[in-house]
């Protein structure tokens, strides 16, 4: 049974930094690439970044360049996402996904599994 179960979320000031975790269980994990999604209230789920199976291409979204970097853990079956400089405009609930095409995907559509979020709460 695959699980994807995200950790790392919570209440943080603006400018702050958070660092998200996402253990993956239940399918060949080094073979997928992982992506990082967010969702706020009343808006559409929206990428934020992915890495390919390897860990050697890694895309991200433009209002997260330069604060935000992913990464992973094949031994461990875990990503991360570590998030710096942090906005009042990042708060949402965070999702992990696993794409099984390995190159990773600014595309919800392409990923087959999904955590349950963690929320991430900035504040002003």
């Known amino acids: 049974q695959v699980q994807l179960v995200e950790s790392g979320g919570g209440l943080v000031q603006a400018g702050g930094s958070l660092r998200l975790s996402c253990a993956a269980s239940?399918?060949?994990?080094?073979?997928?690439?992982m992506g990082w999604f967010r969702q706020a209230p009343g808006k559409e789920r929206e990428f934020v970044s992915a890495?390919?199976?390897?860990?050697?291409?890694?895309y991200y979204a433009e209002s997260v360049k330069g604060r935000f970097t992913i990464s992973r853990d094949n031994a461990r079956n875990a990503v991360y996402l570590q998030m710096n400089s942090l906005k009042p405009e990042d708060t949402a609930v965070y999702y992990c996904?696993?794409?099984?095409?390995?190159?990773?995907?600014?595309?919800?559509?392409?990923?087959?599994?999904w955590g349950q979020g963690t929320q991430v709460t900035v504040s002003s």
């Open positions: 239940g399918y060949f994990f080094s073979y997928y690439a």
């Open positions: 890495i390919s199976w390897t860990g050697g291409t890694t």
């Open positions: 996904g696993a794409d099984h095409r390995g190159f990773g995907s600014a595309n919800a559509g392409a990923y087959e599994y």
